[in-house]
């Protein structure tokens, strides 16, 4: 069986090298990498060009936005099982071949756990466990399974695709409008590094971020118990809160809290009540530089319950950077 690497690019010419080389150095060898350059103006063509290497085919478009050049990507892809590495990031050389080893029908999205990074060190990580009850309260709140995901691009293309009409989020958007009709499978290990870049987001520009998340999220929070299988409302209740502290209100945040009732209550919601009386800029800050998941990576860390950056580490030895 054949996969599709489907990879977007846009101005990231200082990282690419890194990502094709990640793909490339796979162990599962039966792949094309399909590289859909979004109108860069910078030297990423020239850069790409330098692979000979068979597999890849490049295809440079005038910019269009991510979620449009997924599309493309998904429509000129050689083959039915796609998997995805952005041009800033780095895979696993496992990676492919674990995700299909765990292949059963067409509807199955194979994620495998992501570990972020920045001057190739690990700052933190984002894991899930294969619970179905876990998997939708996080997707409700975040979606941040990320571009892990290994799927069947004619079942994604039968139920739209990305919405091109969205700026940013399109993933999440269509993890959320197709949620109902798939299932999901997630590998424990940490397999997709993704990049950590300098964002000097300005105040606007978060809370136009925020009110995206929002409104995607509005018509499946109208109907929690249909779409996410939550149906006490105590439990309603209590996610109703969490996604207005990280995107909404956070007066209503605390209504819903209370409404709910204390014997909800723990620590990590008792300290985030607290925090919620906090200035805005500043939670929003905490929250963008994700230092709760820092703070618990490091610990992890010192507890020598965690190997991640020494497998990173590996990894870059083997493509050379």
């Not at 936005?65 to 590495?85: E, H, M, Q, T």
């Not at 009110?211 to 509005?218: E, P």
């Amino acid at each position: 069986m054949s996969v599709t690497v489907i990879m977007t690019t846009y101005n990231c010419g200082e990282y690419i090298s890194q990502a094709i080389k990640s793909v490339l150095n796979q162990t599962y060898k039966d792949f094309e990498l399909l590289i859909i350059d979004d109108g860069s103006t910078d030297n990423t063509e020239h850069i790409v060009k330098r692979f000979d290497d068979k597999r890849i085919n490049y295809f440079k478009i005038e910019h269009i936005g991510y979620s449009s050049a997924i599309n493309i990507g998904l429509n000129r892809a050689k083959y039915d099982w796609v998997s995805f590495c952005d041009a800033d990031d780095i895979i696993h050389p496992q990676k492919i071949l674990q995700q299909f080893q765990l292949i059963k029908k067409g509807n199955n999205l194979i994620y495998t756990n992501t570990a972020f990074f920045k001057k190739n060190k690990i700052l933190y990580e984002l894991s899930t466990k294969n619970n179905l009850q876990l998997i939708n309260k996080k997707i409700a709140l975040h979606g941040h399974l990320g571009p892990s995901v290994m799927y069947n691009r004619k079942f994604i293309l039968n139920r739209g695709a990305h919405n091109s009409n969205l700026i940013a989020f399109g993933d999440y958007e269509l993890l959320l409008r197709i949620l109902n009709d798939i299932e999901i499978i997630i590998l424990p290990e940490f397999f997709y590094y993704q990049r950590l870049r300098n964002n000097s987001m300005s105040t606007t520009e978060t809370m136009k971020k925020k009110n995206l998340i929002y409104k995607i999220q509005k018509p499946y929070f109208d109907k929690l118990s249909e779409h996410f299988g939550i149906t006490s409302s105590k439990e309603q209740l209590m996610i109703k809160g969490w996604r207005e502290f990280f995107y909404g209100d956070k007066n209503l945040a605390r209504k819903y809290w209370i409404e709910a009732g204390l014997n909800q209550w723990n620590i990590k919601l008792l300290i985030t009540f607290l925090l919620s009386y906090l200035p805005e800029k500043f939670l929003d800050y905490l929250k963008d530089k994700r230092i709760r998941l820092r703070l618990e990576y490091q610990i992890q860390r010192l507890l020598s319950r965690n190997d991640i950056q020494n497998e990173f580490d590996k990894v870059l030895g083997l493509i050379g950077e």
